[in-house]
């Protein structure tokens, strides 16, 4: 009975075999078709997946930078993705948010971000007037940390003979309201947007933010100019001070090349800054490496 029962299953299996070696085309299309229908069985390639895999992408902003990749097809997925965290696929002015002040030193104020009308730092303390021009104390402070670099700063670069001293450092929401209306009437709106920061969006409100020159007398704006400015550029990282409008980036930072502004930030970012990623804008570096 048992020879009869294995040569039952044998006969079985041939005949199993039989049916799929005929058929064995038709029923590799069905499996086929089956693993294109069920994407439980064939997971599908993420067509997102480069953009996920930087750092800084944020999912919520995901059509924003398609849309601006579209438009942008030159730029890498990283600068895709950090201009539009920036909020460069708006016009300047026009996609404005509170900055976020949890960041202390390193906070972020630009033409999409903005500081409160009443909001002045706590801490402001008066720049030593050897190390100011003389003329308007009232735009002669700082916050304390930032206070303390420059003047070590100052004092360096009188030293080494190339002489930094403070022109503009401090100013309040008025101050810059009435600087912006009046950049307004003197060159028209459009000229000062591109010159002048519209009220609460000025990095002078922070108090972390100097314009200098290289004489007692004022030469801001030809600050570039002399061998201060040179000084400046190989030793402002030392003491926590960057370049805050650099020239060539005015499409990223909105600003005309301004050689003499620049924010504190802190030795360790301001060195990060120099020595790792000296072309990008502080706008750029933020939104990198710095926001949560």
């Given at each position: 009975?048992?020879?009869?029962?294995?040569?039952?299953?044998?006969?079985?299996?041939?005949?199993?075999?039989?049916?799929?070696?005929v058929?064995?085309?038709?029923?590799?299309k069905?499996?086929d078709?089956?693993?294109?229908?069920?994407p439980i069985?064939?997971?599908?390639?993420?067509?997102?997946?480069?953009?996920k895999?930087?750092?800084?992408?944020?999912l919520?902003n995901?059509?924003?930078?398609?849309?601006?990749?579209?438009?942008?097809?030159?730029?890498?997925?990283e600068?895709?993705?950090?201009?539009?965290?920036?909020?460069?696929?708006?016009?300047?002015?026009?996609?404005?948010?509170?900055?976020?002040?949890?960041?202390?030193?390193?906070?972020?104020?630009?033409?999409?971000?903005?500081?409160?009308?009443?909001?002045?730092?706590?801490?402001l303390?008066?720049?030593?007037?050897k190390y100011?021009?003389?003329?308007?104390?009232?735009?002669?402070?700082?916050?304390k940390?930032?206070?303390?670099?420059?003047?070590?700063?100052?004092?360096?670069?009188?030293k080494?003979?190339?002489?930094?001293?403070?022109?503009?450092?401090?100013?309040g929401?008025?101050?810059?309201?009435?600087?912006y209306?009046?950049?307004?009437?003197?060159?028209?709106?459009?000229?000062?947007?591109?010159d002048?920061?519209?009220?609460?969006?000025?990095?002078h409100?922070?108090g972390l933010?100097i314009?200098?020159?290289?004489?007692?007398?004022?030469?801001?704006l030809?600050?570039?100019?002399?061998?201060?400015?040179t000084w400046?550029?190989?030793?402002?990282?030392?003491?926590?001070?960057?370049?805050?409008?650099?020239?060539?980036?005015?499409?990223?930072?909105?600003?005309?090349y301004?050689?003499?502004h620049?924010?504190?930030?802190?030795?360790?970012v301001?060195?990060?800054?120099?020595?790792?990623?000296?072309?990008?804008?502080?706008?750029?570096?933020?939104y990198?490496?710095?926001?949560?």
């Amino acid at each position: 009975m048992k020879k009869y029962v294995f040569l039952l299953i044998l006969i079985t299996f041939i005949f199993i075999g039989f049916i799929f070696y005929v058929y064995k085309d038709d029923i590799t299309k069905l499996l086929d078709n089956n693993k294109e229908d069920n994407p439980i069985t064939e997971k599908k390639p993420d067509p997102y997946e480069d953009y996920k895999k930087i750092p800084y992408f944020k999912l919520e902003n995901l059509n924003r930078y398609l849309a601006y990749e579209e438009k942008n097809k030159d730029l890498t997925k990283e600068q895709i993705i950090t201009n539009v965290n920036i909020g460069l696929d708006y016009d300047f002015y026009s996609y404005i948010h509170d900055t976020d002040m949890s960041y202390g030193n390193l906070i972020l104020c630009n033409k999409y971000l903005k500081l409160k009308s009443d909001y002045e730092p706590n801490d402001l303390e008066q720049i030593d007037s050897k190390y100011f021009i003389s003329g308007n104390p009232n735009v002669r402070q700082m916050r304390k940390e930032a206070k303390e670099a420059f003047e070590m700063l100052s004092e360096a670069s009188i030293k080494a003979g190339f002489p930094v001293y403070g022109q503009s450092a401090y100013r309040g929401y008025d101050q810059q309201e009435k600087l912006y209306n009046n950049a307004v009437s003197t060159m028209g709106k459009d000229a000062a947007d591109n010159d002048t920061a519209r009220p609460g969006h000025s990095e002078h409100q922070t108090g972390l933010t100097i314009d200098v020159s290289s004489t007692k007398s004022g030469n801001m704006l030809s600050f570039h100019k002399t061998s201060s400015y040179t000084w400046m550029c190989d030793n402002a990282y030392k003491y926590g001070f960057i370049l805050r409008y650099p020239k060539d980036y005015e499409k990223i930072h909105g600003f005309v090349y301004e050689s003499w502004h620049y924010r504190y930030v802190g030795i360790e970012v301001a060195t990060d800054m120099h020595d790792n990623y000296p072309n990008l804008t502080f706008d750029e570096y933020y939104y990198r490496f710095i926001e949560k």
